[in-house]
């Protein structure tokens, strides 16, 4: 048995052997081990199989369980806890599911990560339980507390925000990228969800990229915090 294994399980052989007045010699030559194998087992670094375990038992006048019990492990330590607002089109996350956090317009809003086969998603927390309407969820957090409000939350599916992130590293913020297409990026920018968003929409009536999308889903009189990242062979 694996040592590893060995250190899951305590047992109270030395005892009751002791109790009953018999040797580790004379055990062990009940039950067809060696002496060694005794004193290895009543060490803890050795678990015996199936039937030494009843052959000692049965010896012992006792119950396998009352000899061999799994080791209490101590408690996980709790995660901090925050209450968050999930950016929407994040209604297949799940429990247990990585989040990154961005304060948006006094909002702590999570955006679900990414995640990619060969390697572990930028993440600051799981998902612990989402409410009933599947806006808001509870989130644990890795670390007692996070600066947020040094971030960036963009929609968009660009390439090109990657070259943005760099320049916005220089300035000490960080981005947080959402992956959404063009037309859901500026929806999420209409209700206030995200800082940014991309966009790469070309205008099959006027050939012009991006404008056209935006003046319909944007009154003039209306601010919004903007980047149009233009890829006219884009849609």
């Given at each position: 048995?694996?040592k590893?294994?060995?250190?899951e399980?305590?047992?109270?052989?030395?005892?009751?052997?002791?109790?009953?007045?018999?040797?580790a010699?004379?055990?062990a030559?009940?039950?067809?081990v060696?002496?060694?194998?005794?004193y290895?087992?009543?060490?803890?670094s050795?678990?015996?199989?199936?039937?030494v375990?009843?052959?000692?038992?049965?010896?012992?006048?006792?119950?396998?369980?009352d000899?061999?019990?799994?080791?209490?492990?101590?408690?996980a330590?709790?995660?901090?806890?925050?209450?968050?607002?999930?950016?929407?089109?994040s209604?297949?996350v799940?429990?247990?599911?990585?989040?990154?956090?961005?304060?948006v317009?006094?909002?702590?809003v999570?955006?679900?990560?990414s995640?990619?086969?060969?390697?572990?998603p930028?993440?600051?927390?799981?998902?612990?339980?989402?409410?009933?309407?599947?806006r808001?969820?509870k989130?644990?957090?890795y670390?007692?507390?996070?600066?947020?409000?040094?971030?960036?939350?963009?929609?968009?599916c660009?390439?090109g925000?990657s070259?943005?992130?760099?320049?916005a590293?220089?300035?000490?913020?960080?981005?947080?990228?959402?992956?959404?297409n063009s037309?859901q990026a500026?929806?999420?920018l209409?209700?206030?969800?995200?800082?940014?968003?991309?966009?790469?929409?070309r205008?099959?009536?006027?050939?012009?990229?991006?404008?056209?999308?935006?003046?319909?889903?944007f009154?003039?009189?209306?601010?919004?915090?903007?980047?149009?990242?233009?890829?006219?062979?884009?849609?």
């Open positions: 048995m694996k590893r294994a060995a250190a399980v305590e047992n109270r052989l030395s005892g009751l052997r002791r109790k009953r007045g018999f040797s010699a004379w055990l030559n009940a039950v067809g060696s002496r060694q194998t005794i290895a087992i009543e060490g803890g050795y678990v015996p199989n199936t039937a375990a009843l052959r000692l038992a049965g010896l012992l006048e006792a119950r396998v369980e000899l061999f019990t799994l080791a209490e492990k101590a408690p330590q709790d995660l901090p806890s925050r209450d968050v607002v999930l950016l929407p089109g209604d297949l799940e429990q247990g599911q990585p989040v990154q956090l961005c304060r317009d006094g909002h702590l999570a955006s679900a990560s995640a990619a086969p060969c390697f572990f930028a993440s600051d927390g799981i998902v612990a339980g989402k409410a009933s309407g599947g808001k969820a989130v644990r957090l670390a007692e507390d996070g600066d947020f409000g040094k971030r960036i939350l963009i929609a968009g660009d390439p925000i070259v943005l992130a760099r320049h590293a220089a300035a000490g913020l960080e981005l947080v990228l959402a992956h959404r037309s500026l929806s999420l209409k209700e206030g969800a995200v800082h940014i968003a991309g966009t790469h929409l205008d099959e009536a006027s050939g012009e990229s991006n404008l056209p999308a935006i003046r319909r889903m009154p003039r009189s209306a601010s919004w915090a903007l980047i149009v990242t233009i890829c006219p062979w884009g849609r």
